[in-house]
């Protein structure tokens, strides 16, 4: 069975384009990547749609709609020029319409994915019908047609519902979450505790950021770091003691949360610059990037920009100044979706520190030294400030669930010591290397 991911602003076009011929059938060819998680997890990412002309249709009305041959060839160069799944649409106009797809369909379905299947050879190929009752959708894979079972729609508010045929399944709501609930209502407490959320970084945000998680009742929590625990870690890192120095920060974290909670943790001892974690995040509903460099989060920033999944960005920094006193205390969260700024377009990726992040340890010490560069290991942080960044990056969540309405600020930046937020909405920058790279899922590797 498959997802399909949809970007928001895509979908909506695309719906509001489909059902304007009404009563009449509208429909397209849309183009999309696949790929397949390491979980399993099967996934066309819908990337493009190209729409009709006048001559695009041999047949059109209320009860029937057929391409014509220059429209499936046209659309048939497009995919095969941009290795794309090619994927039909078309609607169910009417109420009295059935939800699915009819026997004219379904004979369609097979007629056109045996054609289509000589030309775009071991691409998966789609057929979606959008009705008033839902989308029904196939994906011809292998030789075999397989159903579509759920589709997400991914933007500043991210939503998912099952494919026509595949029923939700119910919700009990648990009588602890009773205060919670009354808060996020009961559609968002299942929506929350069915994510599967990674955490890149069990340090000072990141650890307060999974016990809330797991305190609210989320489902399934993957936590990512390589670093073991230190002395200097133990005034910040939730969970930890000073019995539990020298041990891996993410199998500390996932001790504590198991000891008071149902969550599923999955602790990765290892770097999210190494290539095997890769089919990990992508596998996620939802990233949190509260790692203390710039390289990391470069990775996550493709990981979301690619594979459509959303990404929360957490830092937290103190600027003292020469006579020891605070100059600035400085904590950001930005969210990245398809509908966002990435962390290139608001400036938060500095190319320049990447690449000095990549030295050996001797140049860095060497460019430390001389002013260039400054030691993150060593940089002052306090657990007031770690746990309030953390706090802001679940109020983004809960953002993207829709509790706050659909028009959140993606980027909120504080600063206590003069006691001033920004709220705002950065602009998606139209040279930014992000627009170049939405939705190529596999096409680019992105660990090299």
Same mark, same amino acid.
């Given at each position: ?16 384009? $489909?059902?304007s ?5 509208? !429909? ?8 397949k998680?390491? !979980? ?6 819908v990337?493009d ?10 047949r ?8 014509? /041959? ?13 290795? &794309? &799944? ?12 059935? /939800?699915?797809? &009819? ?21 998966? $190929?789609?057929?979606f ?5 839902g ?25 998912e ?118 089919? +990990? $995040? ?69 190319g320049?520190?990447?690449m ?41 969540l809960? !953002? ?15 600063? $206590? ?15 930014c290397i ?12 992105? +660990?090299?």
């Amino acid at each position: 069975m498959w997802q399909v991911i949809f970007p928001k602003n895509l979908f909506e076009d695309l719906n509001k384009f $489909l059902f304007s011929n009404a009563p009449s059938e509208n !429909g397209c060819f849309i183009l999309a990547t696949s790929y397949k998680t390491k !979980g399993g997890r099967l996934v066309i990412l819908v990337n493009d749609v190209l729409k009709p002309k006048d001559d695009s249709w041999n047949r059109s009305g209320e009860h029937s709609l057929e391409p014509s /041959s220059s429209f499936i060839n046209e659309s048939v160069v497009r995919a095969d020029t941009n290795n &794309s &799944s090619l994927i039909f649409v078309h609607t169910h106009p009417n109420f009295s319409h059935p /939800s699915g797809f &009819s026997p004219i369909d379904e004979k369609s379905n097979k007629r056109i994915f045996a054609n289509l299947s000589q030309i775009l050879v071991d691409i998966p $190929l789609g057929s979606f019908v959008f009705s008033r009752h839902g989308i029904c959708g196939v994906v011809f894979n292998g030789g075999k047609i397989q159903p579509v079972s759920s589709i997400k729609i991914v933007g500043k508010i991210m939503s998912e519902f099952p494919g026509v045929g595949f029923d939700s399944r119910p919700y009990v709501v648990d009588s602890k979450f009773d205060r919670q609930v009354r808060v996020l209502g009961k559609q968002n407490q299942k929506k929350l505790q069915e994510l599967t959320v990674t955490i890149v970084g069990a340090g000072g945000t990141g650890s307060p950021l999974a016990v809330q998680l797991a305190r609210m009742g989320i489902k399934k929590i993957r936590l990512v770091d390589r670093d073991i625990l230190d002395k200097t870690n133990v005034s910040r890192v939730y969970g930890s003691k000073e019995s539990d120095i020298g041990k891996p920060k993410v199998d500390v974290l996932k001790k504590y949360i198991e000891s008071f909670s149902k969550t599923k943790v999955e602790a990765f001892k290892t770097d999210v610059i190494k290539d095997d974690i890769v089919s +990990v $995040l992508i596998d996620s509903d939802v990233i949190f990037a509260c790692t203390d460099n710039l390289s990391s989060r470069s990775i996550l920033n493709d990981i979301s920009v690619q594979y459509c999944v959303p990404l929360i960005d957490v830092g937290c920094r103190i600027l003292m100044n020469k006579d020891e006193s605070i100059n600035q205390a400085i904590m950001k969260v930005q969210v990245v979706t398809p509908d966002t700024a990435c962390l290139w377009c608001t400036g938060t990726l500095d190319g320049k520190v990447i690449m000095q992040e990549s030295l050996s340890e001797k140049e860095k010490n060497t460019l430390t030294k001389e002013g260039y560069y400054e030691d993150i290991e060593k940089q002052p942080s306090i657990i007031t400030m770690t746990t309030m960044a953390s706090s802001m990056a679940l109020n983004k969540l809960l !953002g993207l669930l829709g509790v706050f309405g659909t028009d959140y600020d993606s980027l909120t930046q504080i600063e $206590l010591k003069d006691g001033f937020m920004i709220n705002t909405n950065s602009p998606v920058k139209a040279n930014c290397i992000c627009q170049k790279r939405r939705g190529m899922t596999d096409k680019r590797r992105i +660990v090299n």
